[in-house]
């Protein structure tokens, strides 16, 4: 049985770069509808940035719909997402507890994000995150990048994933065989990330 968590959602609005809150329901299916008024010209021309942390699920396809919206040079998305495995070292298991630093871990992924725009020719990033209580197949996380070619789509998403895996603070702690058991950083993941050094 999975314990009840309080739904907490941030997320970065990126026409003011200023921190709002959202719904659990607005979470879930990404920023809006489709119906909603268009922006103005002058949000549109600038790249879309999504960051959000939160323990509710996300759902692709809602957060694809709102990456494309109204951006028609967008002609690659790259997408990466993340799950629990159900073994990791060789143990078994039974579930993950993500904790986070509030405040400082959006303003981590938002600095990721921005990282990203400067080296590649973006239209939009979205970085979606959750905390709390996951168990084995449940999704972690989702990073979409998009760009006019597929080139800077896929090298950027996979720059923001090595970033995020070592420069964002979250802590991950694993329940195997009964006992708690604290995820360490791992040789590669830092490998990774210095590649793009």
Known sequence: MRAS????????????????????????????SAQEALPEASILSRPYVQVRVQTDDFQI???????????PKIGAIACFVGTVRDLN??????????????????????????????RWQLEAVSIV???GLLAPL???????????????????????????????????KERIGGQDRWVQARDSDEAARKRWL
């Open 5 to 32: 968590l309080p739904t907490q959602s941030a997320a970065i609005d990126q026409a003011s770069s200023t921190p709002t809150s959202i719904s659990a329901a607005e979470a879930a299916q990404g920023l809006g």
């Open 61 to 71: 396809d809602h957060l694809l719909a709102a990456l494309r919206r109204d951006r």
């Open 138 to 172: 449940d999704q972690i996380v989702a990073v979409l990048t998009a760009s006019a070619h597929r080139h800077d789509a896929f090298a950027s998403c996979e720059f923001v994933m090595d970033f995020l895996k070592t420069e964002a603070p979250f802590w991950k």
């Open 129 to 131: 995150h959750r905390i």
């Open 89 to 118: 070292q060789g143990d078994s298991v039974s579930y993950m507890f993500l904790e986070h630093y509030p405040g400082m871990t959006e303003q981590s992924l938002q600095a990721i994000a921005h990282q990203a725009l400067e």
